[in-house]
């Protein structure tokens, strides 16, 4: 279907540099063509940012709402670093608790773990199991307390190196 009014170049013209003329075509064709109308000029009149960029007013208006959605999201940023870092700080205290000097049963030869948190005894026999060292695995194997996480899997690597010295 072939339309005869003007082109959506046109129109874009009419609506940026002419106001009063644009009106006055969007009533002619409303009334007389209306799906041209519904076509070509409804959009210019359902678009709000294109409403917005009208005329000098527009451009101005449009700049105060991103001025405002830049200066909304800013603050939304703010807030959440401050809540972020408000949760970091609470949970930068130190939970584990430290163990006392222990001598192993078997061979008398002490492991110091004066300065070793629980959860790094874990740690460091995991780190000499994997190097095949597992003398110094089994020492540490066995001072994983029973409230530790790892203490099954400890027990576990136990029975494996008693399994491997027989």
Not at 34 to 48: C, K, L, S, T, V
Not at 78 to 91: N, Q
Not at 156 to 166: P, S, T, V
């Given at each position: 279907m072939?339309?005869?009014?003007?082109?959506?170049?046109?129109?874009?013209?009419?609506?940026?540099?002419?106001?009063?003329?644009?009106?006055e075509l969007a009533?002619?064709?409303?009334?007389?063509d209306?799906?041209?109308?519904?076509?070509?000029?409804?959009?210019?009149?359902?678009?709000?940012f294109?409403?917005?960029?009208?005329?000098?007013?527009?451009?101005a208006a449009?700049?105060?709402?991103?001025?405002?959605?830049?200066?909304?999201?800013?603050?939304?940023?703010?807030?959440?670093?401050?809540?972020?870092?408000?949760?970091?700080?609470?949970?930068?205290?130190?939970?584990?608790?430290?163990?006392?000097?222990?001598?192993?049963?078997?061979?008398n030869?002490?492991v110091?773990?004066?300065?070793?948190?629980?959860?790094?005894?874990?740690?460091?026999?995991?780190n000499?199991?994997?190097?095949?060292?597992?003398?110094?695995?089994?020492?540490?194997?066995?001072?994983?307390?029973?409230?530790?996480?790892?203490?099954p899997?400890?027990v576990?690597?136990?029975?494996?190196?008693?399994?491997?010295?027989?």
């Open positions: 072939a339309f005869t009014g003007p082109s959506k170049e046109e129109l874009e013209n009419y609506f940026r540099n002419s106001r009063q003329y644009f009106d009533k002619y064709y409303q009334q007389s209306p799906e041209y109308y519904n076509e070509f000029i409804a959009p210019f009149y359902n678009n709000p294109r409403m917005a960029s009208a005329g000098r007013s527009g451009s449009r700049g105060i709402v991103l001025i405002g959605i830049m200066i909304a999201l800013i603050a939304a940023g703010a807030a959440a670093f401050f809540i972020v870092s408000e949760t970091e700080t609470d949970s930068d205290e130190p939970v584990t608790k430290k163990t006392e000097r222990v001598i192993s049963k078997r061979d030869a002490s110091d773990t004066t300065s070793i948190e629980h959860g790094d005894i874990y740690e460091k026999a995991m000499y199991y994997y190097e095949k060292d597992y003398e110094n695995a089994e020492k540490y194997f066995k001072l994983v307390p029973r409230s530790n996480k790892n203490y899997d400890a576990r690597k136990l029975k494996r190196i008693k399994e491997m010295k027989d």
